[in-house]
């Protein structure tokens, strides 16, 4: 059985909480749950019928990366960075964090989300999009479940392949 | 009905003797109307009388309402008992489990420190403790309160990924508790800056999670009942040997069986008979 750690990191507020649950439980918390430490979960997908479990761990929000303990990082398989579409603090220091999350866990499949496509227009989706430091993997909606589950399927069949890009 | 002149004139006669005469308590009356329906003119002249009584009322509470609040409580004590008996009765049971299981761990370190040998069973067993002023009683206590193995798992270092387990008990998802252990592992290892140091104990109520960490994984040991410190080293050189010998082959292969290997390993080495799911732990030579 392939097995992964999966790391969801982020600002607070981005929506972190609210995909692992979408993706875990299939629902959507309507009330805003600010995450306290680290929670963890697990999934079990099947890709081309082979069994891979995803350990993800959702990890408390953060100003910036370099505030997440070290430790939460190990010998993680994925890490899937969100940040929340209608709030620019929180990809505004995407250059950074990006950075620093590669010089941590180098080799790791590292993915760009951008989370809350619910609250915005697709003109204003269009504009952020053109602005951002990179161009995001995946555009999300925890609320509508938009995308989430190509996600972490998308991880699964990178882990199961050994493929890390 | 008509009035004649003569009583009209003595009417106004009368009433401006009426104002002659009362002006003064009119006035007055007047002045005290205002006041009574003044609020704020009202407020000047109670509230000093309000706050004294109020004053008053606490410093003379205790001596003047004791007997009848302590009736009003012992009434409601005596009238409540059945509800005070279910908020109450599962604190004081847990208390009370918690200071019989630190006896018994207690009792056994006691003991422990008195006869630091294996072979304390049988009859020679027998004649060594009695030589050693144990009591029969004392000993039976101790061995009642070991800690049980309820189950055994092996963790990858870092990412908290389940190698193997084995367990005599339902517990939760076990890739999640290996997770979420490993989180603990990691917030304490960040929380304090220790660095390479881990947590060897978790303890929560009877029960106990012993963990040992080596290169490249971490055995995390969950127990029913609480290790005194023999029993720690006892354990620790069990699963130091159980790695030299069985565990560290298996792990270094990772072949794609790996978990049942591990399973079957800690089943044949750990558990005297894995399938009654016999939850005696096999550390003593007894």
Redesign the interface.
């Known amino acids: ?1 392939t ?3 999966v790391i969801l990191t982020g600002n607070f507020g981005v929506g972190k909480t609210s995909l692992f649950n979408r993706f875990l439980y299939n629902e959507f918390g309507e009330k805003y749950l600010t995450t306290i ?2 929670k ?3 999934k079990a997908v099947k890709v081309e019928e082979v069994e891979v ?1 995803l ?1 993800i ?1 959702d990890l408390a929000g953060e100003i910036s990366q370099d505030k997440v ?4 990082f ?4 994925a890490v899937i960075y969100v940040f929340d579409l209608t709030r620019a603090s929180t990809y505004s220091n995407l250059e950074f964090d990006l950075k620093y999350l590669r010089e941590k866990v180098p080799g790791v499949i590292l993915k760009l989300v951008g989370n809350k496509k619910d609250l915005i227009s697709e003109s204003e989706l269009q504009t952020i999009s053109e602005n951002l430091y990179q161009k995001a993997d995946l555009i999300t909606s925890a609320k509508t479940g938009e995308n989430v589950e190509d996600l972490f399927m998308d991880i699964a069949r990178h882990l199961l392949e050994g493929k890390h890009s | 009905m008509s009035f004649s002149k003569d009583s009209i004139g003595n009417s106004e006669q009368l009433e401006q003797l009426r104002k002659i005469l009362l002006k003064e308590d009119r006035a007055e009356l007047l002045r005290i109307k205002k006041v009574l329906e003044e609020k704020e003119e009202l407020g000047k002249h109670v509230s000093p009388i309000i706050e004294d009584h109020i004053l008053s009322l606490k410093k003379n509470f205790p001596k003047e309402f004791e007997a009848v609040v302590d009736k009003q409580i012992e009434n409601k004590l005596k009238a409540s008992q059945d509800e005070l008996v279910a908020i109450l009765f599962p604190a004081l049971g847990t208390m009370i489990n918690k200071y019989v299981a630190y006896q018994m761990s207690e009792l056994r370190e006691s003991i422990d420190a008195r006869i630091n040998v294996t072979k304390n069973t049988g009859p020679i067993g027998w004649f060594r403790r009695n030589l050693l002023g144990i009591k029969d009683s004392e000993w039976i206590l101790a061995k009642s309160g070991e800690a049980n193995i309820e189950g055994m798992y092996v963790i ?7 190698l193997g387990s084995a367990s005599n008990v339902d517990t939760m ?1 076990k ?2 508790l290996a ?2 252990l490993t ?1 603990i ?3 304490a ?3 304090f800056m220790k660095g390479q140091q881990k947590v060897d104990i978790i303890e929560y109520d009877k029960l106990s999670i012993f963990t040992q960490s080596y290169p490249k994984f971490y055995i995390a040991v969950a127990l029913n009942g609480r290790l005194t410190n023999s029993d720690k080293e006892k354990l620790s050189d069990a699963l130091l040997s159980f790695v030299n010998e069985n565990l560290n082959s298996i792990v270094i292969e990772k072949s ?1 069986t790996i ?1 049942a290997e591990i399973h079957d390993a800690i089943n044949k080495r750990f558990f005297k008979n894995s399938e009654t799911k016999d939850t005696q732990l096999i550390l003593d030579n007894d």
Do not use: I
């Open positions: 059985m097995k992964g750690k430490g680290v963890v979960g697990k479990t350990l761990w303990p070290n430790s939460y190990l010998e993680s398989s | 990858e270092m870092g990412s908290g990924l389940l998802d890739d999640l997770g979420m989180a592992q990691s917030f290892e960040d929380a794609n978990e």
